[in-house]
């Protein structure tokens, strides 16, 4: 199922507005925090937490710092 979403420009961000469907399938509400990872092809997931699995961003946050600290080292280890 797809959904169409308006942009709008609030303050110096972005606002989207999602569907109360969505947000009760997401089973989130006001003030709840969601994670927005990255999906294949240039995609974006957004995920509610804690179904994302706890720790989720951190993970991900240390993953990247991997990446950028030793970027020959794991291109190595792909070979």
Known sequence: ?????KVRGIGGGLWIQLPERVASQLAIADG???????????GYRLTASPGAGAGLLEQMNAAENVVRRYPTTLRELVR
Request: glycine letters at 6%.
């Open 1 to 5: 199922m797809a959904f169409e979403l």
């Open 32 to 42: 709840d925090s969601v994670f927005l990872t990255d999906a294949a092809h240039g």
